[in-house]
């Protein structure tokens, strides 16, 4: 993953997907509109997890979220605005997000964005990285969850690391 200036980072090892879900819920009361949210992770890592307990914080606990693999995109409204939940596996060409909208969510929204480096370019500097990745010492339910924050998030991530260690680590 490609590293930016002045960027934060907040590692966490989880035990399971209740451990992702609740990082994901601290990281979603701490997200306003306008923020990109990319998802970095190879499959299977718990991506559309961490969407899904991300966007059930921001509107309801039994809300449907399914993955947007084949739709590209999933809208959500909640109290912050609108949750735009983006997959970009498919996409061969950056350009083919315009079609679908990111530069709404870019705009006004929060994006979450499965497989981000398929944007290349459109991809903003300015964003939270959430890498998900199963630890070579974790069992295939445990996963290590780093959150790179860009300038955008540097006066929320110590807020977020307290509430980490606090929460998941405490």
């Not at 307990?53 to 995109?73: C, G, H, Y």
């Not at 912050?80 to 060409?93: C, L, M, P, S």
């Not at 500097?125 to 790179?148: H, M």
């Amino acid at each position: 993953m490609q590293r930016r200036d002045n960027s934060v980072t907040v590692d966490v090892v989880v035990e399971d997907e209740t451990g992702t879900a609740r990082v994901a819920d601290m990281v979603a009361r701490a997200a306003v509109p306008g923020d990109v949210i990319a998802l970095h992770g190879d499959l299977g890592s718990g991506k559309t997890a961490f969407a899904r307990a991300f966007i059930r914080a921001l509107t309801a606990a039994d809300e449907e979220v399914p993955s947007p693999t084949f739709t590209l995109v999933q809208t959500y409204q909640a109290g912050a605005g609108t949750i735009y939940h983006f997959d970009f596996y498919r996409i061969e060409d950056p350009d083919e997000a315009w079609e679908i909208g990111i530069e709404e969510a870019f705009a006004g929204g929060i994006a979450l964005i499965e497989w981000p480096e398929r944007l290349g370019s459109l991809l903003p500097a300015d964003r939270l990285d959430v890498r998900l990745e199963i630890p070579p010492e974790g069992d295939d339910n445990t996963r290590r969850v780093a959150l790179i924050a860009g300038p955008a998030w540097s006066g929320r991530i110590g807020k977020l690391r307290a509430d980490i260690a606090k929460e998941i680590n405490g």
